[in-house]
């Protein structure tokens, strides 16, 4: 199967709002319901659902140099993608990935805060240093669910979880289709309901 991909540098930066942050983005069509793998460096994610058949990433930074270093990759095939966010600058970095509303992510970032909001799927997600936070907005429509702190804090009101100190996790199986793994090393767990 013909393998499509493309290499983006961030050139064009825009200005975004009174922060004066800058602004720069990249965009592949890919399908609904495929598997989404997302390999990112240190900062602020958030993944956000979208109404159209594309993946959209959104990097924004604090100067133009900055934004200049940040590569995104996205390597589509007919039923997956690889997104990759590398040379990422060490502070006030920040980036939006859109994906299709029904997709399974699979999600590994170095260090930061990942937030996925109500992406309908599959969630493997892991975070070696920093928080992750996941929108559960129909726990039933979760089978096996799991979730793991070497050391700092699980909050799943979604499952009726909260764990704090060393070595923390949960274990469950639900009723539904979906699977749910998320793991950190240092740092929080959030797993919330959301409307």
Known sequence: ??????????LVPGLLSAQYSLETSARQKFISGGTIRLHLEAGGYT???????????????????QLRSVRVEIKPTATSADV??????HNNFRATIEVPRHSNLWAR???????IESVEGDKNVEVRA?????DIPHPELYGHREAAVMT????????NVSKGGLFRSFEQQGPGKYQLHAHVMAGEINLRESD
């Not at 199967?1 to 961030?10: D, P, S, T």
């Not at 979208?50 to 604090?62: K, L, P, Y």
């Not at 990759?84 to 600058?89: K, L, N």
């Open 152 to 159: 700092g804090s699980i909050q799943a009101p979604a499952f």
């Open 130 to 134: 920093g928080r992750i936070q996941i």
């Open 1 to 10: 199967m013909k393998r499509l991909g493309f290499w983006l540098v961030l």
């Open 84 to 89: 990759y966010v590398s040379e990422t600058p």
């Open 47 to 65: 993944v956000t659902p979208g109404d159209s058949e594309n993946i959209v990433v959104i990097c924004r930074a604090h100067t133009e140099e």
């Open 109 to 115: 970032l170095s260090a930061g805060e990942l937030d």
